[in-house]
């Protein structure tokens, strides 16, 4: 999903480069920085939004998994937006599900959140 949002963005881009001078159009080559921070921001918007409106992204949705606060509710924005940059900025903390006995990401033991099965 984050490869489509970004190609689209960057197509967009390109058109709108080639409307406004089409003689001398070459496709744009933005520098690495600002590719990496565009797609950070688009990773945390996706999954901060998804959270909030369904509880799940669509790899979520395949898996059956949801996340959760720790009342089984869907997490409101501000703790989505938290968490969503917390698996940005640490992805690695979410392998510590594979050693904790509850199977909780740093991210879900700090923010106080949870991944559960819904199959529905």
Same mark, same amino acid.
């Given at each position: 999903?984050?490869?489509?949002?970004?190609?689209?963005?960057?197509?967009?881009?390109?058109?709108?480069?080639?409307?406004?001078? *089409?003689?001398?159009?070459?496709?744009?080559?933005? *520098?690495?920085?600002?590719?990496?921070?565009?797609?950070?921001?688009?990773?945390?918007?996706?999954?901060?939004?998804?959270?909030?409106?369904?509880? $799940?992204?669509?790899?979520?949705?395949?898996?059956?998994? $949801?996340?959760?606060?720790?009342?089984?509710?869907?997490?409101?924005?501000?703790?989505?937006?938290?968490?969503?940059?917390?698996?940005?900025?640490?992805?690695?903390?979410?392998?510590?599900?594979?050693?904790?006995?509850? $199977?909780?990401?740093?991210?879900?033991?700090?923010?106080?959140?949870?991944?559960?099965?819904?199959?529905?």
């Amino acid at each position: 999903m984050l490869f489509a949002l970004l190609g689209l963005g960057y197509l967009g881009l390109a058109g709108v480069v080639f409307v406004v001078d *089409p003689v001398s159009f070459r496709f744009p080559a933005p *520098p690495r920085v600002v590719v990496v921070a565009v797609a950070g921001a688009v990773l945390v918007g996706y999954l901060a939004k998804s959270w909030t409106a369904t509880g $799940r992204t669509y790899g979520d949705l395949v898996l059956g998994l $949801r996340v959760v606060d720790r009342r089984g509710r869907r997490l409101p924005f501000g703790k989505a937006l938290l968490r969503a940059l917390f698996c940005a900025v640490l992805p690695i903390g979410l392998l510590w599900t594979a050693v904790s006995a509850e $199977r909780r990401s740093v991210q879900d033991l700090v923010l106080r959140t949870a991944v559960t099965y819904d199959w529905h």
